[in-house]
Nanobody, 116 residues
Framework: QVQLVESGGGLVQAGGSLRLSCAASGMIFSGYRMDWYRQAPGKQRELVALITSGGSTNYADSVKGRFTISRDNVKNMVYLQMNSLKPEDTAVYYC??????????WGQGTQVTVAS
């Protein structure tokens, strides 16, 4: 059974930084593209960043230049370093291994709140 546990969220002032972590188990982690999503109140879940099994990355325009995704295939971890945080980054952040079609796995998420 795939399990995903996100951590590292919290309350931070605008301009501050946070590092989110996601521990994955029950899957062949190194073979999966890993995604970070976020969902703000009243909004749809959106893709923030992704990292392929080969280490290529891509980012939403709204976070490009401020967020960095990385992975450790030995520890089965994926990270999201978030710098220069803005109030509009406030959301619950989730990691998820990429799967085409419905039925993706999700963790419980970690809350990030950026105060202005």
């Amino acid at each position: 059974q795939v399990q995903l546990v996100e951590s590292g969220g919290g309350l931070v002032q605008a301009g501050g930084s946070l590092r989110l972590s996601c521990a994955a188990s029950g899957m062949i982690f190194s073979g999966y593209r890993m995604d970070w999503y976020r969902q703000a109140p009243g909004k749809q879940r959106e893709l923030v960043a992704l990292i392929t099994s080969g280490g290529s990355t891509n980012y939403a325009d709204s976070v490009k230049g401020r967020f960095t995704i990385s992975r450790d295939n030995v520890k089965n971890m994926v990270y999201l370093q978030m710098n220069s945080l803005k109030p509009e980054d406030t959301a619950v952040y989730y990691c998820s291994p990429y799967q085409p079609g419905p039925g993706r796995y999700w963790g419980q998420g970690t809350q990030v709140t950026v105060a202005s």
